[in-house]
T-cell receptor
């Protein structure tokens, strides 16, 4: 299994600013994912972050808005750029590829409110 | 394409009642199937999983059986507790995709009353 921590756990930000969310895994993992969970809704995959290559974004998400870094096998960051109130969500990271299992392990999430 | 359909919530039950949350899927081949639970203010935790037809996943009194013939993976518990109040997500990952990408259902909120 993998234990994942995220920082910050929550934040309140002003419109037009940017926030970087950090995700730390306690073991080396092949793949990391970033999700958005809007209030009362399911998880929407933003992108897949692989170490040593650029992130792969899902339809509707672009690198300029959600730049992602993956400098090593245990860490990733997601930046929410030029924020608007519509970006208010919970942002979750997860990891997969541990011990050959297809199971994903999730962080506790970052609750973002944009005023 | 691949998809997951869950019954809509919220589901409200009295303590010790029987729980069923329906989940059906559409996928090519034999996906792996999962149930995740999200307690208030927390991230998702894996509840149980099944990787092939007729497999039964179980954990904490919850069970779900991988039914290929009905493409279903319904979650059941014989006697719910107040502490089971949470949002439950059904998910799949396509077999052999190599991407580990999940497709989630919309989630079902369960509220258990004392």
């Amino acid at each position: 299994s993998a234990v994942i921590s995220q920082k910050p756990s929550r934040d309140i930000c002003q419109r037009g600013t940017s926030l970087t969310i950090q995700c730390q895994v306690d073991s080396q993992v092949t793949m990391m994912f970033w999700y958005r969970q809007q209030p009362g809704q399911s998880l929407t995959l933003i992108a897949t972050a692989n170490q040593g290559s650029e992130a792969t974004y899902e339809s509707g998400f672009v690198i300029d808005k959600f730049p992602i870094s993956r400098p090593n096998l245990t860490f990733s960051t997601l930046t929410v750029s030029n924020m608007s109130p519509e970006d208010s969500s919970i942002y979750l990271c997860s990891s997969a590829g541990t011990s050959g299992t297809d199971e994903q392990f999730f962080g506790p999430g970052t609750r973002l409110t944009v005023l | 394409g691949n998809s997951v359909t869950q019954m809509e919530g919220p589901v409200t039950l009295s303590e010790e009642a029987f729980l069923t949350i329906n989940c059906t899927y559409t996928a090519t081949g034999y996906p792996s199937l999962f149930w995740y639970v999200q307690y208030p203010g927390e991230g998702l935790q894996l509840l149980l999983k099944a990787t092939k037809a007729d497999d039964k996943g179980s954990n904490k009194g919850f069970e779900a059986t991988y039914r290929k013939e009905t493409t279903s993976f319904h979650l059941e518990k014989g006697s719910v507790q107040v502490s089971d109040s949470a949002v439950y997500f059904c998910a799949l990952t396509p077999l052999g995709s190599g991407t580990y990408k999940y497709i989630f259902g919309t989630g079902t909120r369960l509220k258990v009353l004392a």
